[in-house]
C-alpha cells in the first residue's frame, strides 16, 4: 500500500485547537475520498470525519462542530483542524484515501490498512 504521511499530532490541554496533516508520498489524491479514523486506547479504529472527491465532508455527532476537514490539491495534503479538544478526543488518529472502496465506519486498524492507502497514526493526547 502507498503510505500517507499523518503529523501534527501531541499533547494539549483540554478546549486547545489542533491542525492534524495527511499527506501522500509522490502522488495525488484528488480522487480519493479522505478519512481520519481514531484508534482509542486499548479499541479498534473508528471513523471520526471524511471529505470526499466532491469536497463534501462527513462527521460524527462528537466531532461535529469542532472538527473541520479541508484538502489543499496543491500541496496533496489534508487537514483536520480540531478545535475546543475534550479528553474524549485522546486517541491516535490516522489518515486513509480510498479511490474503490467504502470508507468503513469501524474495523480492526489492519484490516482498514489493508483496504485502503494508509500511514502510521499521529497521537493527540488531551489533558484537562
Known amino acids: 500500500e502507498v503510505p500517507l504521511v499523518a503529523s501534527g499530532g501531541r499533547s494539549v490541554q483540554g478546549g486547545e485547537s489542533l491542525r492534524l496533516s495527511c499527506s501522500s508520498s509522490g502522488f495525488g489524491f484528488s480522487e480519493d475520498d479522505i478519512g481520519w479514523y481514531r484508534q482509542y486506547p486499548g479499541s479498534e479504529c473508528e471513523l471520526g470525519s471524511s471529505?470526499?472527491?466532491?469536497?463534501?465532508?462527513y462527521y460524527v455527532d462528537d466531532v461535529e462542530g469542532r472538527f473541520t476537514m479541508s484538502h489543499d490539491k496543491s500541496k496533496n495534503t489534508v487537514y483536520l483542524q480540531m478545535a475546543s479538544l475534550k479528553r474524549a478526543d485522546t486517541a491516535v488518529y490516522y489518515c486513509a484515501a480510498t479511490t474503490e472502496e467504502p470508507l468503513y465506519t469501524d474495523g480492526f486498524c489492519t484490516a482498514l490498512a489493508a483496504n485502503y492507502k494508509w500511514g502510521q497514526g499521529t497521537q493527540v493526547v488531551v489533558s484537562s
Open positions: 471529505i470526499f472527491r466532491d469536497e463534501k465532508t
